[in-house]
């Protein structure tokens, strides 16, 4: 594992996309060491100076200081910042650089909303500063769990924290802050974490965990992830390559494909009671940011 410690002119990347409950990206780190083998992301090291996404992590050690500047700002209007759209702000690398317990202090200090995905348990360690973010204003706290079978995640995300441990850590963050919680059930895999009996292991697991909501999604292919992601199926999946490479290749065995999956996935939302709208909880939190703005 190499790290290329990086200065940052700006924290936040502006997000223009209107269908994103959030404006601004904060990513930490660029490169993570989780491995995913769908990641989309990977593109984004060509920018860079090179290496590979899994092993060369480049860190913005200045971005603490940056996003205050940007936050103290007169005109900050508190918008929603996603953080680690691109890279997992709890990869391995945040376990050296702790650079999430400055990010959410200045957060605090701003009463500003955040929303943060993470495969990693190491947010346990942030718990006191995310529970008083979340009595401030408004939190989600999402992860990524895609499978009820260790072998297939040992696979598909080889440096990210077993499954059980993201439902228990998103269990305390339930039960021990105000933040809203989510699972993030994507990308959904045809033929390897699509059956039934997956996904249904999922959302019984998440109404007994109590998250606010189940996002799911289909598997995303473009760029240099395409690539990356054939290699990796006809590897270890070889039986499955020639009928993702039809369905990902053809527009027809596509629509016919999404006509089954998310009809069953609608039924299982309606079975056990929960739902897929991770804005729900946004607006009400969010009345509360406002009126404590007079404060800062």
Request: proline letters at 4%.
């Amino acid at each position: 594992m190499k790290y290329h410690e990086i200065q940052c002119l700006n924290a936040c990347n502006r997000i223009r996309e209107g269908r994103l409950p959030y404006h601004w990206d904060l990513n930490i780190y660029r490169g993570c060491q989780h491995a995913c083998q769908y990641c989309y992301a990977r593109y984004s090291h060509q920018y860079l100076e090179g290496g590979d996404f899994d092993t060369d992590i480049y860190v913005k050690t200045n971005i603490v200081e940056r996003l205050e500047e940007m936050l103290r700002k007169p005109k900050w209007d508190h918008a929603v910042i996603n953080i680690g759209g691109v890279s997992d702000a709890y990869q391995a690398a945040e376990a050296k650089y702790g650079l999430m317990r400055g990010i959410l202090k200045v957060l605090i200090k701003y009463k500003t909303p955040c929303i943060i995905c993470t495969k990693s348990d190491l947010i346990l360690r942030d718990l006191d500063l995310i529970n008083e973010l979340s009595q401030l204003t408004y939190v989600n706290i999402a992860s990524t769990i895609t499978a009820d079978n260790e072998k297939i995640r040992a696979r598909l995300e080889p440096g990210a924290v077993p499954y059980e441990r993201r439902w228990a850590m998103l269990k305390r963050i339930k039960e021990e802050t105000n933040a809203a919680v989510g699972v993030h059930l994507m990308p959904i895999i045809p033929y390897l974490t699509d059956q039934p009996t997956n996904l249904e292991a999922i959302y019984k697991k998440a109404q007994e965990t109590d998250v606010d909501y189940v996002l799911p999604g289909m598997l995303y292919l473009k760029s240099v992830t395409r690539t990356h992601f054939y290699n990796f199926i006809s590897h270890d999946y070889p039986q499955l390559y020639e009928n993702l490479w039809q369905l990902y290749h053809n527009k027809e065995v596509k629509m016919s494909y999404k006509k089954e999956l998310y009809p069953m996935i609608s039924r299982m939302q309606r079975k056990y009671g929960i739902s897929a709208d991770y804005n729900r909880f946004k607006e009400e939190k969010m009345k509360r940011t406002v009126q404590l703005q007079w404060d800062i």
